[in-house]
């Protein structure tokens, strides 16, 4: 059985993008701004705002692209995800990515200084992002 796709899947995952990468985006810049020792944005060659809109892209990008592949997964087994999985799933996507990023702090201007600093990104990161995206549900235009 083929996944099902309505009319709108394409502004769906436009709009998932850029809610996400907004939420993304001001979560790492005032992470950096108050935990000034834990996360560091930019290098000798990039600002920290290039830093941060390259690096949250990335993790945006990741993020949005889970979607489409969760979605088949629940055509397949014929079960929805309920808020928690999508939280389980997000948190994971959220940790392992933001571990990889910051792997390449030289080209992509975000580090941190430690596993547990991206596990507690990760998980600030999963509730905002859950509320941005329930809130995105509930907007008309893309109803």
């Known amino acids: 059985m083929a996944p099902r796709l309505n009319s709108h899947t394409g502004m769906i995952l436009i709009a998932s993008y850029l809610v996400l990468l907004l939420v993304n985006s001001l979560t790492v810049y005032l992470g950096s701004l108050i935990f000034t020792s834990f996360i560091v944005l930019g290098t000798h060659e990039l600002t920290p ?12 990008l990741i993020c949005t692209f889970a979607i489409p592949f969760v979605r088949v997964y629940e055509n397949y087994s014929h079960k929805m995800f309920t808020t928690p999985q999508w939280m389980g799933v997000y948190f994971t996507i959220n940790f392992i990515t933001i ?12 580090g941190i200084s430690s ?4 596990l507690v990104l990760a998980v ?20």
Request: with cysteine; charged share 10%.
């Open 99 to 110: 571990w990889l990023i910051t792997r390449f702090a030289f080209q992509l201007g975000f």
């Open 124 to 143: 600030i990161l999963d509730v905002l992002q859950g509320l941005a995206i329930k809130s995105l549900g509930k907007c008309p235009v893309l109803s």
């Open 49 to 60: 705002l290039f830093a941060v809109l390259l690096s949250t892209g990335i993790l945006s």
């Open 115 to 118: 596993w547990m600093v991206a």
